[in-house]
């Protein structure tokens, strides 16, 4: 069976009580159920991590390496401001889709800037938590596409 990664940044564990009118109030739990049942449709097998900490994201991204088949991930505040993150997801072959629950080009200036972007393989923003269905449905007609 094919693996997916699903990483999510900072703050991202306190989804359901942080800014619900801007989040919703789903809960990142509610977000791992829901990639999983997706992958699971498509015969993909799911780790989900979340971190607070820049390094442990990147050390997921690198050891994604000739371990998963392509990753779903929100970096959360660190899209913005990464350069460490943009490196580790450029230094491997794996395909990545960049999340966002909000639609960040609707919010404050500095949130409609990736860092990440232009290093992934795509983006899906804006579309609440479905967008995470949406990433997993993106990132496997990729990696099938690719004969990964």
Partial sequence: MKRLLLLNGPNLNLLGQREPET????T???????VTDTADELNYELTAF???HEGELIDQIQNA??????????????THTS????D???????????????????????????MIA??????????????YRLAVLGIIKKIESEGR
């Fill in 23 to 26: 989040y919703g109030s789903q």
């Fill in 118 to 131: 232009p290093v992934s393989a795509g983006q899906v923003i804006g579309f609440g938590i479905d967008g």
């Fill in 50 to 52: 979340q971190s607070n």
């Fill in 88 to 114: 580790a997801v450029s230094a491997i072959s794996v395909p990545v889709i960049e999340v966002h629950i909000s639609n960040v080009h609707n919010r404050e200036e500095f949130r409609r800037h990736s």
């Fill in 28 to 34: 990142l739990e509610d977000i791992v159920q829901l």
């Fill in 65 to 78: 390496e000739g371990n998963v088949s392509g990753i779903i991930f929100n970096p959360a505040a660190y």
């Fill in 83 to 86: 350069v460490a993150i943009r």
